[in-house]
Protein backbone atom coordinates (compact mmCIF):
# COMPACT_ATOMS: atom_id res chain seq x y z
CA UNK A 1 0.00 0.00 0.00
CA UNK A 2 1.29 3.55 -0.89
CA UNK A 3 1.67 5.69 2.52
CA UNK A 4 1.69 9.27 2.72
CA UNK A 5 2.66 11.45 5.12
CA UNK A 6 -0.23 13.91 5.25
CA UNK A 7 -1.73 16.61 6.99
CA UNK A 8 -5.33 16.73 6.35
CA UNK A 9 -5.65 20.90 5.95
CA UNK A 10 -2.50 21.04 3.83
CA UNK A 11 -3.43 21.73 -0.11
CA UNK A 12 -0.50 20.34 -0.68
CA UNK A 13 -1.44 16.93 0.62
CA UNK A 14 -5.32 17.36 -0.74
CA UNK A 15 -4.15 17.48 -3.92
CA UNK A 16 -2.26 14.05 -3.93
CA UNK A 17 -5.60 12.67 -1.71
CA UNK A 18 -7.64 14.06 -4.55
CA UNK A 19 -5.84 12.70 -7.43
CA UNK A 20 -4.83 9.29 -6.15
CA UNK A 21 -9.14 9.16 -5.23
CA UNK A 22 -9.86 10.15 -8.77
CA UNK A 23 -8.00 6.97 -9.93
CA UNK A 24 -8.77 4.70 -7.18
CA UNK A 25 -5.08 3.83 -6.12
CA UNK A 26 -5.42 2.67 -2.47
CA UNK A 27 -3.43 4.49 -0.16
CA UNK A 28 -3.17 5.04 3.97
CA UNK A 29 -2.08 8.36 5.82
CA UNK A 30 -0.26 8.84 8.76
CA UNK A 31 -1.15 12.14 10.08
CA UNK A 32 1.48 14.93 10.91
CA UNK A 33 0.36 18.17 12.59
CA UNK A 34 1.15 21.55 10.60
CA UNK A 35 1.89 23.39 13.45
CA UNK A 36 4.04 21.40 15.27
CA UNK A 37 6.76 19.99 13.26
CA UNK A 38 8.96 18.91 15.95
CA UNK A 39 8.84 15.36 15.15
CA UNK A 40 9.36 15.50 10.99
CA UNK A 41 12.79 14.18 11.13
CA UNK A 42 11.97 11.35 13.17
CA UNK A 43 8.64 10.22 11.80
CA UNK A 44 9.43 11.07 7.77
CA UNK A 45 13.26 11.21 7.95
CA UNK A 46 15.81 12.83 5.75
CA UNK A 47 16.50 10.10 3.35
CA UNK A 48 12.60 10.06 2.88
CA UNK A 49 12.62 13.70 2.36
CA UNK A 50 15.36 16.08 2.92
CA UNK A 51 12.23 18.74 3.25
CA UNK A 52 10.84 16.86 6.00
CA UNK A 53 7.48 18.17 4.56
CA UNK A 54 4.14 16.76 3.27
CA UNK A 55 3.08 15.63 1.26
CA UNK A 56 5.93 12.68 1.30
CA UNK A 57 5.02 9.72 0.05
CA UNK A 58 6.29 6.18 0.37
CA UNK A 59 5.33 3.77 -2.68
CA UNK A 60 4.50 0.31 -2.09
CA UNK A 61 8.04 -0.91 -2.51
CA UNK A 62 9.56 1.41 -0.24
CA UNK A 63 11.11 4.35 -2.00
CA UNK A 64 10.17 7.83 -1.15
CA UNK A 65 8.26 11.12 -3.03
CA UNK A 66 7.99 14.53 -2.28
CA UNK A 67 6.88 17.26 -3.69
CA UNK A 68 3.28 17.44 -4.46
CA UNK A 69 2.96 18.02 -8.04
CA UNK A 70 5.95 15.45 -8.48
CA UNK A 71 4.07 13.13 -6.68
CA UNK A 72 0.91 14.04 -9.65
CA UNK A 73 3.09 13.62 -12.15
CA UNK A 74 4.17 10.01 -10.95
CA UNK A 75 0.98 8.65 -10.58
CA UNK A 76 -1.10 11.50 -13.24
CA UNK A 77 1.01 9.89 -16.33
CA UNK A 78 -0.26 7.59 -18.57
CA UNK A 79 -3.79 8.21 -17.41
CA UNK A 80 -6.69 10.50 -18.62
CA UNK A 81 -5.11 13.80 -16.32
CA UNK A 82 -2.17 13.86 -18.35
CA UNK A 83 -2.68 15.33 -22.26
CA UNK A 84 -0.74 13.10 -24.55
CA UNK A 85 0.44 15.62 -26.79
CA UNK A 86 3.36 16.92 -25.99
CA UNK A 87 2.59 20.86 -26.16
CA UNK A 88 -0.38 20.12 -23.98
CA UNK A 89 1.68 18.55 -21.38
CA UNK A 90 3.92 21.35 -21.70
CA UNK A 91 1.21 23.75 -20.74
CA UNK A 92 -0.07 21.62 -18.17
CA UNK A 93 3.61 22.19 -16.39
CA UNK A 94 2.92 25.61 -17.26
CA UNK A 95 0.13 25.89 -14.64
CA UNK A 96 1.98 23.53 -12.45
CA UNK A 97 5.46 25.49 -11.95
CA UNK A 98 2.47 28.52 -12.11
CA UNK A 99 0.92 27.54 -8.74
CA UNK A 100 4.22 26.39 -6.73
CA UNK A 101 5.82 30.25 -7.55
CA UNK A 102 3.57 32.51 -8.39
CA UNK A 103 0.11 30.77 -6.56
CA UNK A 104 1.24 28.92 -3.18
CA UNK A 105 3.60 31.09 -1.67
CA UNK A 106 0.81 33.64 -1.17
CA UNK A 107 -2.26 31.97 -1.02
CA UNK A 108 -1.79 28.93 1.25
CA UNK A 109 1.04 30.99 3.37
CA UNK A 110 -1.93 33.89 4.19
CA UNK A 111 -4.37 30.97 4.31
CA UNK A 112 -1.43 29.26 7.17
CA UNK A 113 -0.63 32.41 9.15
CA UNK A 114 -4.68 33.55 9.66
CA UNK A 115 -5.81 30.40 9.92
CA UNK A 116 -3.04 28.05 11.66
CA UNK A 117 -0.29 30.26 13.30
CA UNK A 118 -0.49 31.72 16.30
CA UNK A 119 -2.01 35.32 16.10
CA UNK A 120 0.21 37.78 16.54
CA UNK A 121 0.68 41.26 14.69
CA UNK A 122 3.92 40.28 13.29
CA UNK A 123 2.06 36.86 11.32
CA UNK A 124 -1.04 39.13 10.80
CA UNK A 125 1.64 41.77 8.99
CA UNK A 126 2.85 38.78 7.36
CA UNK A 127 -0.14 37.58 5.89
CA UNK A 128 -0.96 40.95 4.79
CA UNK A 129 2.72 41.15 2.44
CA UNK A 130 0.84 38.05 0.85
CA UNK A 131 -2.01 39.17 -0.68
CA UNK A 132 -0.67 41.66 -3.74
CA UNK A 133 1.07 38.27 -4.97
CA UNK A 134 -1.62 36.13 -4.40
CA UNK A 135 -4.41 38.45 -6.32
CA UNK A 136 -1.97 38.75 -8.72
CA UNK A 137 -2.29 35.01 -9.33
CA UNK A 138 -5.64 34.68 -8.83
CA UNK A 139 -5.77 37.80 -11.16
CA UNK A 140 -4.12 35.74 -13.87
CA UNK A 141 -6.24 32.54 -13.30
CA UNK A 142 -9.03 34.47 -14.09
CA UNK A 143 -7.96 35.67 -17.05
CA UNK A 144 -6.88 32.81 -18.60
CA UNK A 145 -9.98 30.75 -17.48
CA UNK A 146 -12.50 33.44 -18.93
CA UNK A 147 -14.19 31.64 -21.81
CA UNK A 148 -12.58 28.33 -21.12
CA UNK A 149 -13.35 24.80 -19.22
CA UNK A 150 -10.53 23.66 -17.82
CA UNK A 151 -6.82 25.07 -17.35
CA UNK A 152 -5.51 23.09 -20.63
CA UNK A 153 -7.11 21.35 -22.84
CA UNK A 154 -10.94 21.51 -22.21
CA UNK A 155 -10.67 18.96 -19.79
CA UNK A 156 -9.68 18.14 -15.79
CA UNK A 157 -5.60 17.57 -15.67
CA UNK A 158 -3.11 17.74 -13.08
CA UNK A 159 -3.03 21.37 -13.47
CA UNK A 160 -6.52 21.68 -12.38
CA UNK A 161 -6.12 19.53 -9.56
CA UNK A 162 -2.44 21.46 -8.37
CA UNK A 163 -4.54 24.81 -8.34
CA UNK A 164 -8.02 23.77 -7.20
CA UNK A 165 -5.70 22.38 -3.85
CA UNK A 166 -5.35 26.38 -2.41
CA UNK A 167 -7.91 28.33 -5.00
CA UNK A 168 -10.61 26.71 -3.42
CA UNK A 169 -10.13 27.58 0.15
CA UNK A 170 -8.01 30.85 -0.84
CA UNK A 171 -11.14 32.60 1.14
CA UNK A 172 -9.48 31.27 4.43
CA UNK A 173 -6.29 33.58 3.86
CA UNK A 174 -8.45 36.55 3.19
CA UNK A 175 -9.15 36.31 -0.71
CA UNK A 176 -12.27 37.32 -2.47
CA UNK A 177 -13.33 35.49 -5.23
CA UNK A 178 -16.78 36.80 -6.19
CA UNK A 179 -15.48 39.37 -8.64
CA UNK A 180 -13.89 36.06 -10.62
CA UNK A 181 -16.44 34.53 -11.85
CA UNK A 182 -14.43 32.66 -14.34
CA UNK A 183 -12.68 30.91 -11.41
CA UNK A 184 -15.53 30.31 -9.51
CA UNK A 185 -17.15 28.45 -12.77
CA UNK A 186 -13.74 26.34 -12.79
CA UNK A 187 -14.28 25.57 -8.94
CA UNK A 188 -17.37 24.22 -9.34
CA UNK A 189 -17.00 22.06 -12.51
CA UNK A 190 -13.34 20.85 -10.54
CA UNK A 191 -15.78 19.76 -7.79
CA UNK A 192 -18.18 18.16 -9.80
CA UNK A 193 -16.14 15.88 -11.68
CA UNK A 194 -17.23 12.59 -10.54
CA UNK A 195 -14.72 10.53 -8.04
CA UNK A 196 -14.10 14.38 -6.46
CA UNK A 197 -13.02 14.68 -2.62
CA UNK A 198 -13.25 17.25 -0.23
CA UNK A 199 -10.11 18.39 1.39
CA UNK A 200 -12.10 17.46 4.82
CA UNK A 201 -13.03 13.58 3.56
N1 LIG B 1 6.64 22.42 -2.44
C1 LIG B 1 6.11 21.48 -1.48
C2 LIG B 1 5.56 22.24 -0.33
C3 LIG B 1 5.15 21.36 0.79
C4 LIG B 1 4.77 22.17 2.01
O1 LIG B 1 4.84 23.40 2.02
N2 LIG B 1 4.35 21.48 3.04
C5 LIG B 1 3.99 22.15 4.25
C6 LIG B 1 2.56 21.85 4.63
S1 LIG B 1 1.47 22.43 3.37
C7 LIG B 1 4.90 21.66 5.35
O2 LIG B 1 5.22 20.48 5.44
N3 LIG B 1 5.33 22.58 6.17
C8 LIG B 1 6.13 22.23 7.30
C9 LIG B 1 7.53 22.70 7.22
O3 LIG B 1 7.84 23.49 6.34
O4 LIG B 1 8.31 22.24 8.05
C10 LIG B 1 5.04 20.62 -2.15
O5 LIG B 1 4.42 21.09 -3.10
O6 LIG B 1 4.84 19.48 -1.73
Known sequence: LVLLYNSQVSGNCYKVRLLLTHLGVPFETHELSVVDRSNRADVIGADANPALRVPT?????????????????????GT???????????????????????HEPYVAVARFLRGWAPKTPENEALAESKMAGGNRALDAMERHLTGRTYLVADRLTLADISLYGYTHVAHEGGFELSARSAVRGWLDRVAAEPGHVAIDA
Open 57 to 77: LILDDGRPLAESNAILWYFGR
Open 80 to 102: RFVPEDIYEQAQMLQWMFFEQYD
